[in-house]
């Protein structure tokens, strides 16, 4: 059983589109994350969800759009994908807010073209 | 905002202790200290925590002096399938949220 996946693992899509990444979480945790991953390896949180509720936006473009039906779950959408879009994606959860171990998914890389 | 400052890359043969260290000057009393572990292609994963002293566990252990503004962490007997990129994190909780500030990472290799 994997603990947080994601899907789709690629994605490769033109400019402009729209796209959706799920992320799926069985560990019963109640705080979800978006984290993105440039090419030059560098992790940036992109937003934090705890209970279904957003507690963290990192001056995200509104273009991208967290939603969060329930606490095991939390997907990503994204309007007019753009070419600095490309990176990779990690989904992550964790049990409660604070200084606690974070599980991560296998990553989303996204291709826009 | 606690900022961590940590060697870009190191090298190392397999069978040595690895100690890469981190610099946290501005860590918060509240913070703790969190390392984690990134193979190319997956998402990180979790070390070790720890917020004074020293902690061990099978993997690893973590050494935080008296005034916190730094850590070590050790890799007992590298093997090449430690070859990775390592984190450090200092606990970020503004509001209440976790926060998860990753830094640059330090890319380590190991060698036969």
């Known amino acids: 059983d994997t603990a947080v996946s994601q899907t789709p693992k690629y994605l490769v899509t033109q400019m402009g589109n729209d796209k959706s990444i799920k992320c799926e979480q069985n560990?019963?945790?109640?705080?979800m994350y978006w984290y993105k991953q440039d090419s030059k390896k560098f992790l940036k949180i992109m937003f934090s969800y705890n209970n279904k509720e957003l507690i963290i936006n990192e001056t995200v473009p509104n273009r991208f759009s967290p939603k969060s039906p329930d606490k095991a779950h939390l997907n990503l959408h994204i309007n007019s994908l753009e070419l600095g879009d490309s990176a990779v994606y990690f989904c992550?959860?964790?049990?409660?807010?604070?200084?606690?171990?974070?599980?991560f998914g296998q990553g989303t890389r996204l291709t826009v073209v | 905002l606690a900022k961590t400052t940590q060697p870009i890359s190191m090298d190392s043969y397999e069978g040595q202790e690895v100690n890469i260290t981190c610099s946290h000057n501005n860590i918060a009393t509240n913070d703790y200290i969190t390392w984690y572990q990134q193979f190319p292609s997956q998402g990180p994963r979790f070390i070790i925590q720890g917020y004074k002293t020293k902690v061990t566990n099978e993997v690893a252990s973590l050494f935080i002096p008296a005034d916190r503004k730094s850590s070590t962490l050790s890799l007992p007997r590298v093997s090449l399938s430690d070859t990775a990129v390592y984190y450090c994190l200092v606990g970020d909780s503004p509001g209440g949220g976790n926060k998860l500030t990753f830094g640059t990472g330090t890319q380590l290799k190991v060698e036969l």
């Open positions: 560990l019963g945790h109640d705080t």
């Open positions: 992550a959860s964790s049990h409660g807010q604070v200084n606690t171990e974070a599980f």
